[in-house]
């Protein structure tokens, strides 16, 4: 386990950089531009930047994400599937002590439902949650849940690409997740500070070891699309920068292949949950933690949900998210129905296309591309690409192609000349002139009707 983690050195590291000096800041942020990443010592650094060298933080972050990623975010929406749960996680609400909660694991025919609302909202991408509990949430139920939602087909499209997260598990059933054609398996580590993890885990989860041996597993099972994440918030944000990116380290040195997707939900309160964090995260400490990751693992997609609220998003999109979630809901089949219990608190409610909206008049590109996962651009080939910016190159041309479908298929306003408008003037920065006509060709038949194309 230490070759991920190695607590007395992230210690020692934070320790040896609490006042790190002006120039060697400069240097650190110097080297992060060149887009390779940063040691552990360097990271450790960048956490204990003063605010006087903040705006080169974010200057730096943004450059980085800009190069990589551009201007595209990529939209998803989670869906709850089964709140059934074994696990007495403090900070959860749908941890077991939650007696006053009526549980509810989805029929297939109420998974059919809310993957019509959700298609018909204009999602192409889920994300898939469930409560880890061996009798209700077996591997043959989520397996036959993917299936069924794959299957699903509506005048406005279908889902493209199906994310899971399911508890930590063994490599046959991460072998049944591959052979179901998911895209990425995520899994929280929650928090890298051992002795936490296990005061706030009662159940199955509170197996530190399981836990954080789980990626290696699936890897083995052969899932090579790969999303870790932290609940900022639970123990000291440095500790746990350090700790996500000693384990992308790990990944990538083993592998050859780190993270597809890194996650960073803050804690939140929910109805039930009495837990008070002692390591609270400022948004100002968000938006550093976001620019420091963006800066150690540049070739990871960043993930931001519905837990911030809109301003705080915003300002994270430019400084290193590139994947978010719109509409979310976090109740078990919750879309289309009156809010009930969910599993925290969010903070922003807006619909889809106000989202949308908003980045657009921001100047960013919405997109629900799933292309790479159609191509098998995933795991090392996947890499191959991102870790040189090269895959800038793809995510463009299809993020254009994905939010030309939606314009034609969810919108009427003003809202569909500002997008077409936005493609013109995207479509038009593609400097291979090949690429450029192909998405332009492809954009015309969108046009006509036709759907699903990409590059």
Known sequence: MKAIINESKIFEILKASSQPSQQ?????????KEKKGLSLEEVGLLVNISDRDLEGLFSAAYGVKNEIYGERLVFFAPLYVSDYCVNDCEYCNFHLC??????????????????????????????????EDPEHNDI????????????IRTPKGNIRRLNVNIAATTVENYRRLKAAHIGTYQLFQETYHRKTYESL?????????????????AFSAGLDDLGLGVLFGLYDWRFEVLG???HAQYMDKKYGVG????SVPRFQYAQTVTFKPQYPVSERDFLKLIAILRLAVPYTG??????????????????????????????????????????????????????????????????????????????????????????HNFCRPNGLLTFAEYLQDFTTDG?????????????NKIQDASLRQATFERLEKIKQGERDLYI
Do not use: W
Not at 24 to 32: F, N
Not at 106 to 129: A, D, P, S
Not at 415 to 427: A, D, N, V
């Open 98 to 131: 939650n007696r006053e909660l009526k549980r509810k694991r989805l029929t297939l025919e109420e998974v059919g439902e809310q993957t019509e609302f959700l298609i018909n909202m204009g999602h192409k991408r889920l994300l898939l949650e469930f409560g």
């Open 259 to 262: 993270p597809h997707t890194i």
């Open 140 to 151: 043959d139920y989520v397996t036959s849940v993917i299936e069924k939602i794959y299957s």
């Open 201 to 217: 885990h009662h159940g199955p989860k509170a197996d530190y070891q399981r836990q954080i041996t789980a990626h290696t597993r």
């Open 24 to 32: 060697r800041i400069k240097q650190v942020l110097e080297k992060a």
């Open 302 to 391: 960043m993930i931001i949900s519905t837990r911030e609220r809109p301003e705080i998003r915003r300002q994270a999109f430019k400084i290193g998210i590139s994947q978010a979630s719109a509409a979310s809901r976090t109740t078990t089949g919750g879309y289309g129905k009156a809010k009930v219990a969910e599993q925290f608190t969010l903070q922003d409610e807006r619909s889809l296309e106000e989202v949308i909206r908003d980045i657009v008049s921001q100047g960013f590109l919405p997109s629900f591309c799933t292309a790479c996962y159609r191509r098998g651009r995933t795991g090392a080939k996947f890499m191959q690409l991102s870790k040189p910016g090269e895959i």
């Open 415 to 427: 809202l569909r000349t500002k997008g077409q408008e936005l493609i013109q003037s995207y479509l």
């Open 244 to 246: 996500i990116v000693s």
